[in-house]
């Protein structure tokens, strides 16, 4: 209905949704609209289907009373257009992580293309209701590298590392550039440590490598936060892949897996210990408190 076979129902209970016959699951399918308007008395569940298998899960009272004057958005991202939405079911959608921080956003009938993170409504909605998880898109546009799985006062503790560089810099600018520092109107970046420059180059390939994206024809060293006398702690977040390595080889011929990788090094994640007056990319980090992260 909404999205493939996505879509919500009413019922007592599970078992009331659901009845197999010849392998066949028969299912009513209700809109978002009806739903709210019978939810007062029946339970609102949302189905997905897929292979045959229906998945069943109760959607809780919160999210039905979340409509803003029945306002209904439209989803995209790369260019593919999800259906037409209500911020309720929005929210849903992000709790469920089929709405997320890469969408774009048109309120109907009449606007325009968006970056959800640019529209006030939508960006709540996935401040409140996205679970993060590291390797995601944050709120800033940049990649999400930790998640720690602690609830402290504000939420779990996020970071997360720009979309892109401050510039370059000796070491004792790279603090002055990350401070100045803003992305899609967010500030109070920081220089990161040298852990946290590992887990971006790592993380960071892993994206790539599930996009089946050569990273980079060259040797990046980012600066860490690390210091001492005249030299300061650089670290190789991008290396040139100039070699094909392949993960598994079968004896019958053939290849599973196999990824890019320097035939001589330095190699992602490696540090060197350079001069704090040469220059080097400063890619900064921010440090922000998620309300809900994926709990794995």
Partial sequence: MKENNRFYTLAESPTQIVSCKDARYFIQKRDWEWVKAKAGKLKVFFIDIDDNEARIEEVPPEFLALDDGWAKYETSVNFTIHGQFFTGELAWRAHKRLFNWDMYVWRLPVSEWLPAR??????????????????????????????????????YHCVEAAPVDAGWATWQDAQRLCGEFSHNGINGWRLPTVDELRIFASTLRTRLRAQNVLQTTETVLNWSNVRN??????????????????????????????????????????????????????HPVRDFYAKRIVSE
């Fill in 118 to 155: 640019d529209v006030q409504v939508t960006r709540e909605i996935l401040e409140n209701y996205f679970p993060l998880k590291t390797g995601d898109t944050g709120p800033a546009g940049g990649l999400i590298i930790k998640c720690d799985k602690t609830l402290c006062e504000h939420g």
């Fill in 229 to 282: 006398g005249e030299t300061a702690i650089a670290v190789v977040t991008q290396e040139n892949e100039d070699f094909y390595q392949y993960q598994f080889l079968y004896t019958l011929g053939g290849s599973s897996g196999g990824y890019y990788k320097s035939s001589s090094g330095p190699y992602r994640g490696h540090e060197k210990v350079l001069p704090v007056t040469h220059c080097y990319p400063v």
